[in-house]
């Protein structure tokens, strides 16, 4: 992709990979919305995702959809409407955006989170979603109803069996490997149990998309606020479709080197270098509905390990 200013790449960007509207709902109400206290009337909104091609009535549908989900709740206000964020929603919003500005830091201790969902106490249905909802936490089957992880967060685990219902219904235990019993070595385990390739290569991607981007806006002497959030978001939205399929695997168990660390380390740099342009867009955007409307919340300034105000 040639680049020659901030708005050929976006039109560039758009043109080649648009994302999809209701997606992209999604990211920017976690990426600019949440912090913003979680609400945003539908005007403000429409605003918000114009500069991305998406109309009145596609933004519509969306929202519609994902209030059908759970994702957001909608509220009238007379003829207005403003969406939001609802409480039970808002601990997976929450987790999903921890994992996406926190940094790569995750050691292992050698030990192992291991839950046997055996026997019959689990109905056919609730084993199928607890098996969704492991995977998408980065666990892998590793025996017929035995799901490991090696850097399980107990926090996130116990969230997980009691949306699905099937708190007290398993086994859930740690192990470490015995030191003085042979035995295959646990890369191997990690080999078997997870397909990193597809990881690995929308890495790769996202570095050979974003990389050039950083060197041609430190070329521009200033970016304007509608083109910074138009990056930031592009930027996360990209990332997230990525990160979210990473299993965040203890940094020894990674191919080294990780290109989920460069991807990172990229993603901190646009994001610092765009932030503050975005968000006065972003606040302008808010206050057109409601005049109240402020800066994001203090929490907001520690992504990505701080960001510079």
Known sequence: MTLANSNEWIAQFLAGDPPRSKSLVMTIFGDAIAPHGGTVW???????????????????????????????????????????????????????????????????????????????????????????????????????????????????????????????????????????????????????????????????????????VLAMLLREARLAPEQAFVIRTLLIHAYRRVQLHDPMLPIELLPDPWPGSKAYELARALYQYTYAAAEEHIVAALRREDERAGGAEASFYSRFGGLRR
């Open 42 to 212: 539908l005007g403000s909104l429409i605003e918000l995702l114009a500069p991305f091609g998406v109309n009145d009535r596609l933004l519509r549908t969306s929202v519609y959809r994902l209030a059908q989900e759970g994702w957001l709740e909608a509220n009238r206000d007379g003829r207005r409407s403003s969406y939001s964020i609802p409480p039970a929603a808002l601990t997976r919003f929450e987790r999903a955006y921890r994992r996406i500005y926190a940094p790569l830091e995750v050691h292992w201790d050698g030990k192992w989170t291991l839950l046997l969902a055996t026997g019959s106490a689990l109905t056919a249905h609730q084993r199928a979603v607890l098996r969704k909802e492991l995977l998408w936490e980065g666990y892998a089957v590793t025996a017929p109803g035995v799901y490991g992880h090696p850097a399980g967060d107990t926090e996130i685990l116990e969230e997980v069996l009691g949306r699905v219902g099937v708190r007290g219904k398993l086994f859930v235990c740690s192990a470490v490997a015995q030191g003085a019993v042979s035995t295959r070595p646990l890369r191997e385990l990690v080999e078997d149990g997870w397909d990193l390739s597809d990881v690995v290569e929308g890495y790769r991607h996202f570095i050979e998309t974003f990389a050039p």
